[in-house]
Nanobody
């Protein structure tokens, strides 16, 4: 099991940018598939972006062209660069580490979440 700690959330105006980071414990970080999910009030948690250990990337349609996921295996960290933020991006963002790449399945280890609020 891996422990995950997110950081970088906050309050930003529409059109602004934020960079989320997720630091992971453990020495086998490079073998994990890593994802960013979000959950808005009253909504189900949804995948934002995922990156496999081989570097294959998946994005939700709603964030394509605005968000970029990346990983640094040397630092045991996965990032989510969020540009052109919209009020509808407001949610708690969670980091996920898993051994599979079935992003629709609730599986693996989760961080505690970081709040992102986008004001209009």
């Amino acid at each position: 099991q891996v422990q995950l700690v997110e950081s970088g959330g906050g309050l930003v105006q529409a059109g602004g940018s934020l960079r989320l980071s997720c630091a992971a414990s453990g020495s086998i970080f490079r073998f994990w598939n890593l994802g960013w999910y979000r959950q808005a009030p009253g909504e189900q948690r949804e995948l934002v972006a995922g990156i496999t250990r081989g570097g294959t990337i998946t994005y939700a349609d709603s964030v394509k062209g605005r968000f970029t996921i990346s990983r640094d295996n040397a630092k045991n960290t996965v990032y989510l660069q969020m540009n052109s933020l919209k009020p509808e991006d407001t949610a708690v963002y969670y980091c996920n580490a898993r051994s599979d790449n079935n992003w629709s399945r609730n599986f693996g280890s989760w961080g505690q979440g970081t709040q992102v609020t986008v004001s209009s």
